[in-house]
Nanobody
Framework: QVQLVESGGGLVQPGGSLRLSCAASGFLFRYYAMSWYRQAPGKERELVADVTSTGGSRNYADSVKGRFTISRDNAKNTVYLQMDSLKPEDTAVYSC?????????WGKGTLVTVSA
């Protein structure tokens, strides 16, 4: 059974940093690309960043380029999202995603609130 469990969210001031983690189980993590999505109140879910199975290629939404970094540790079955220079508009529930055998799986998400 595929499971994705996010952690690391919280309240942070503008300009601050947070590091999100997503622990994966139930599939061969090292063979699959992973993604981070976010959904702000009243808005549609959007792709934030993704990383290939080896970590050799990463893509970012224009809104987070230069501020967020996605990485993974295949020995720990974990994907990370380092978020720096946070802005109020980054406030959202952040979820990790894997497409396994043609089906998308999501964690429950972790709330990030950027506010003074």
């Amino acid at each position: 059974q595929v499971q994705l469990v996010e952690s690391g969210g919280g309240l942070v001031q503008p300009g601050g940093s947070l590091r999100l983690s997503c622990a994966a189980s139930g599939f061969l993590f090292r063979y699959y690309a992973m993604s981070w999505y976010r959904q702000a109140p009243g808005k549609e879910r959007e792709l934030v960043a993704d990383v290939t199975s080896t970590g050799g290629s990463r893509n970012y939404a224009d809104s987070v380029k230069g501020r967020f970094t996605i990485s993974r540790d295949n020995a720990k079955n974990t994907v990370y999202l380092q978020m720096d220079s946070l802005k109020p508009e980054d406030t959202a529930v952040y979820s990790c995603n894997v497409r396994w055998r043609g089906t998308d799986y999501w964690g429950k998400g972790t709330l990030v609130t950027v506010s003074a």
